[in-house]
C-alpha cells in the first residue's frame, strides 16, 4: 500500500541520516521530548506528528538490533 511504501522510505531516511545507535536514540529522546511540549501546549497536531517521526525511528532502531 501507499502508506507502507511511504514508512519504507522514511526508516531507509532515518538510515542514512544515523549511522550509530547512540545518534538514533538521541534523536528519539529529542523528538519524545518536542512531543510532550507540543502535547502540553495544546498543539495536539504537531504532537501527533512528532509522535509518528519517533515511532518510525524506533521501528529503525529496532531493526539494528
Given at each position: 500500500?501507499?502508506?507502507?511504501?511511504?514508512?519504507?522510505?522514511?526508516?531507509a531516511?532515518?538510515?542514512?541520516?544515523?549511522r550509530?545507535?547512540?545518534?538514533?536514540n538521541?534523536?528519539?529522546?529529542?523528538?519524545?521530548?518536542?512531543?510532550?511540549?507540543?502535547a502540553?501546549?495544546?498543539?495536539f497536531?504537531?504532537?501527533?506528528?512528532?509522535?509518528?517521526?519517533?515511532?518510525?525511528l524506533?521501528k529503525?532502531?529496532?531493526a539494528?538490533?
Open positions: 500500500t501507499r502508506d507502507s511504501d511511504v514508512e519504507m522510505a522514511l526508516v531516511e532515518a538510515a542514512a541520516e544515523y550509530t545507535p547512540g545518534e538514533l538521541k534523536k528519539i529522546a529529542e523528538l519524545k521530548q518536542e512531543m510532550l511540549k507540543a502540553a501546549d495544546l498543539d497536531e504537531k504532537a501527533a506528528e512528532t509522535r509518528d517521526q519517533m515511532l518510525l524506533e529503525h532502531e529496532l539494528l538490533r
